[in-house]
């Protein structure tokens, strides 16, 4: 079974300031990992994504994430944030097999002024 | 463009009554699935298509049911809805198990 936990159920940052969104998973084998953004009354849209490629995995927007084994995380950081990045942000494990993608409970980004 | 199309984006329901929320996709995907969103609860797997044909059942199944149409298209029926059926759908596709998934807009229903 995989699960996700994301650390933060909300985080604010000025603008300008650097973004991090904690991520850990749990994995029985290599898992895939995403992060998906969702912007208010809006669906998800992939920022990113590890597949066993390189371990740091850059994304739209800014955005980047590296995949640490040994910690089982996969933090997605960016360097500057800018008001649009205000948003929900979910981590997701995905297995195997179709039914075992998991997702984690999110993050609300707040970006202030 | 249009991707991943989720008809309607709004419903409201009485308890007991049945609908049928309607998916299609484009892209020509083999998987396909049906989540639901909660407050607090991330977004979790009702139900999971492969391919045409075959349905598995995910994390919260219980008061669903699924058809595969054929590979475009993947509804989910409530027979008899319940109030804690309230929440947001999401219909996805993805090309492989593995690969990211693409969703629709929702729908938000309300049952009550």
């Known amino acids: 079974a995989q699960s996700v936990t994301q650390l933060d159920s909300h985080v604010s940052v000025s603008e300008g300031t650097p973004v991090l969104l904690r991520c850990n998973y749990s994995?029985?084998?290599?898992?895939?990992l995403f992060w998906y953004v969702q912007h208010p009354n809006k669906g998800l849209q992939l920022l990113l994504k590890?597949?066993?490629?390189?371990?740091l995995v850059k994304g739209i927007n800014g955005f980047e994430a590296e995949f640490k084994k040994s910690e089982t995380s996969f933090h997605l950081t960016k360097p500057s944030a800018h008001m649009s990045d205000a948003a929900e942000y979910f981590c997701?494990?995905?297995?195997?097999?179709?039914?075992?993608?998991?997702f984690g409970a999110g993050t609300r980004l707040t970006v202030k002024p | 463009n249009a991707g991943v199309t989720q008809t309607p984006k709004f419903q409201v329901l009485k308890t007991g009554q049945s609908m049928t929320l309607q998916c299609a996709q484009d892209?020509?995907?083999?998987?396909m699935y049906w989540y639901r969103q909660d407050p607090g609860m991330g977004l979790r797997l009702i139900y999971y298509?492969?391919?045409?044909?075959?349905?598995d059942k995910g994390e919260v199944p219980n008061g669903y049911n699924v058809s595969r149409l054929n590979k475009r298209e993947f509804s989910l029926r409530l027979e008899s809805a319940a109030p804690s059926q309230t929440s947001v759908y999401f219909c996805?596709?993805?090309?492989?198990?593995?690969?990211?998934?693409?969703f629709g807009q929702g729908t938000r229903l309300t049952v009550v």
């Open positions: 996805a596709s993805g090309s492989e198990v593995n690969t990211e998934a693409f």
């Open positions: 994995s029985s084998y290599s898992p895939s």
């Open positions: 590890y597949t066993s490629a390189a371990t």
């Open positions: 997701v494990v995905s297995g195997r097999i179709g039914n075992d993608m998991r």
């Open positions: 892209m020509n995907h083999n998987s």
């Open positions: 298509s492969a391919s045409e044909g075959t349905t």
